[in-house]
């Protein structure tokens, strides 16, 4: 690969280097536009091979995970840990249980992981694992022995100094409560391995919220800097899980009104809005109860829509808080022909390249998820700190600080992304902003 490779010179050789692996050949596209004609000016970056050594794993860890079921029946799945940069502190990111898990669509998020946890300003390199178990349908006892027999082979790939997962699609307190306990046990060790703890045993108070918050914080931050706000605005809001539900919550107490929520089985659509009283429900029915958003529609008597997702409902702003590639390039232009104004992403990559493009053209602000999601990994990070110092901050100082790093994260995307004419184009401010920061770490350490 020569140093001064074109964006479609880059590209062939990743695909080449990684057939088959759609997910992270999006996840890397989205970054080389930004980054090449960033390094192709800045040509220390270029010789040193940068960008092609960052879209090479550290290393990919790749295990059997054997469990019964409450019937006495074997099942084996696969389990997986890619701890991706570890520049600028321990690996660092989530874990997700879905049928869907595989080495692409793990590689593209821990390839994000790398920016996202730079633009943080906190000392965490990137890692993302999980495996294709789903959760769905299975007992309590059976997640439990899932859980355990995952951590016994993972246990010995990670530290409080080394590598520290947390949760994502599929992985809540529940699993995280299940992995840390059979941690302690394996290791004798009673460390701060794992975030998103339980209270009772080192976790951090607004962890839970923290994705979701810090997601409504930073639209609240992209639409103050034109001058106005979430307050009486249209929202949807996509997914019902962790992130969709306290994203909701925020943007109730910003005097937003959220209309619809959805699950991979369609959408609901409640013109009246969300309340606390109904987020509630919605917080029971998909945490305790693990029942369908369809229930949501036959309890308030609203619209659900099977199978399709809400950008087709007319909206000011759209917070996407599902999965990968929920909105196309024709969803696009449906949200910006019905007057959507604004989009933040709650969700990792929830966009497609074709419709970013769409998006950007019609400019719209548009916060991607590695800075909009940030929040969630910076309270972990928070989390590590508690853990270190044996201490636990009060709710009220750590949302403080939250906010103040999602303005922070806002204000790193207006320095390195607002083009000439004024636009400022958020996927390239992220994009730059965190890179800058990990190719200068690594840099600074030679050939390695
Ligand atoms: P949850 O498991 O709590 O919720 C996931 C939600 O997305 C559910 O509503 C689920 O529906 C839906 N969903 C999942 N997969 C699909 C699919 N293939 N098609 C359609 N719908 C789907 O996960 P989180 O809320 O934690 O995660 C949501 C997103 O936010 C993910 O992209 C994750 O990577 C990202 N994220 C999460 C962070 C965190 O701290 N948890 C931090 C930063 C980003 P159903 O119930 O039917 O499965
Ligand atoms: O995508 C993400 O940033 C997460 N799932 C959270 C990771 C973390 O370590 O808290």
Not at 15 to 28: C, L, T
Not at 278 to 297: N, P, Q
Not at 350 to 356: G, K, L, N, S, W
Request: glycine residues 10%.
């Amino acid at each position: 690969m020569k140093y001064d490779a074109t964006i479609e010179e880059f590209m062939e050789d990743l695909i080449e280097r990684n057939p088959g692996e759609v997910e992270f050949h999006q996840a890397v596209y989205e970054v080389a536009e930004s980054v090449i004609p960033f390094t192709a000016q800045n040509s220390k970056y270029e010789r040193a091979a940068i960008l092609q050594r960052m879209t090479e794993p550290d290393r990919t860890i790749i295990f059997r995970v054997v469990w019964e079921d409450d019937d006495g029946n074997i099942h084996v799945n696969r389990g997986y840990r890619v701890q991706f940069n570890n520049a600028i502190g321990p690996y660092k990111g989530g874990l997700r249980f879905h049928p869907s898990v595989n080495l692409s669509v793990l590689k593209f998020l821990g390839f994000e992981q790398t920016f996202k946890n730079s633009l943080t300003t906190l000392p965490m390199g990137a890692g993302k694992g999980g495996s294709d178990f789903d959760p769905k349908g299975k007992s309590e006892r059976e997640v439990m022995r899932f859980c355990q027999a995952f951590m016994t082979e993972l246990s010995k790939h990670i530290g409080q100094h080394i590598d520290v997962p947390a949760g994502d699609i599929g992985v809540g307190t529940r699993e995280i409560s299940f992995m840390f306990g059979q941690y302690k046990r394996l290791t004798r060790e009673f460390t701060g391995t794992l975030t998103g703890k339980s209270l009772e045993f080192g976790g951090s108070l607004i962890r839970k919220e923290a994705t979701g918050y810090g997601c409504a914080y930073f639209m609240e931050e992209m639409l103050k800097h034109t001058g106005d706000s979430i307050a009486g605005k249209t929202c949807l809001v996509s997914g019902s899980g962790n992130v969709a539900q306290y994203c909701a919550e925020k943007i109730m107490h910003l005097g937003g009104k959220v209309v619809t929520l959805s699950d991979s089985s369609g959408f609901i659509h409640d013109p009246e809005g969300l309340s606390e009283e109904k987020l509630a429900y919605v917080i029971k029915l998909k945490t305790r109860i693990r029942g369908r958003i369809s229930e949501y529609a036959e309890k308030y008597g609203c619209a659900f829509y099977k199978d399709e997702k809400p950008w087709k409902i007319p909206c000011d702003l759209a917070f996407p808080c599902a999965t990968q590639n929920e909105i196309h390039k024709p969803d696009a232009e449906m949200l910006i022909s019905q007057g959507c104004r604004a989009i933040t992403e709650g969700a990792n990559m929830p966009t497609t390249v074709e419709a970013i493009r769409v998006i950007h053209q019609a400019k719209l602000l548009y916060g991607p998820g590695k800075a909009a999601n940030a929040g969630g990994v910076a309270v972990s990070g928070l989390e590590m700190t508690q853990n270190s110092i044996r201490m636990s901050w009060t709710s009220e100082e750590l949302e403080e600080r939250l906010k103040n790093i999602m303005k922070n994260i806002h204000q790193q995307c207006v320095t390195h992304g607002t083009e000439q004419g004024g636009y400022l184009n958020y996927v390239k401010g992220a994009n730059l902003a965190g890179f800058i920061k990990v190719a200068n770490a690594m840099l600074a350490y030679g050939v390695i």
